[in-house]
């Protein structure tokens, strides 16, 4: 059974800084793309960086230059480091993962974890 578990939300002031990590547990062969998404109220959910297993790294333009993701692949983990916070970051984050299951498998899977708020206060 594959988890993806989510740690490091929590309430901040605007300018401050939090830093979120995931984790993929379970059997599988190799994780592939991994990404951070979040919800604000009332929007849609957006992605907001992504880090292939090559390290290559593409962000949204509302949030470049102030967060940065990174991986460590030994440990299937992926964190995203989030400086001068602005009330408009506010939303639920969500890691997603990309999983090959098996050597033998010709397509990935995607798997959520289970999101986890972040406030930034004015």
């Known amino acids: 059974q594959v988890q993806v578990v ?3 939300g929590g309430l901040v002031h605007a300018g401050g800084s939090l ?3 995931c984790v993929v547990r379970g ?3 190799r994780v592939n793309d991994m990404n951070w998404y979040r919800q604000a109220p009332g929007k849609q959910r ?3 960086a992504t880090i292939t297993r090559g390290q290559d790294t593409n962000y949204a333009d509302s949030v470049k230059d ?3 993701i990174s991986r460590d692949s030994a440990k299937n983990a992926v964190y995203l480091l989030m400086n001068s916070l602005k009330p408009e970051d506010t939303g639920v ?3 997603n ?3 090959r299951m098996s050597y033998y498998s010709s397509y990935d899977n995607t798997f959520w974890g289970q999101g986890m708020q972040v406030t930034v206060s004015s």
């Open 6 to 8: 989510e740690s490091g």
């Open 19 to 21: 830093s979120l990590s």
């Open 97 to 99: 993962a990309r999983l």
């Open 27 to 29: 059997s599988i062969f």
């Open 46 to 48: 957006e992605l907001v």
């Open 66 to 68: 102030r967060f940065t």
């Open 93 to 95: 984050y969500y890691c």
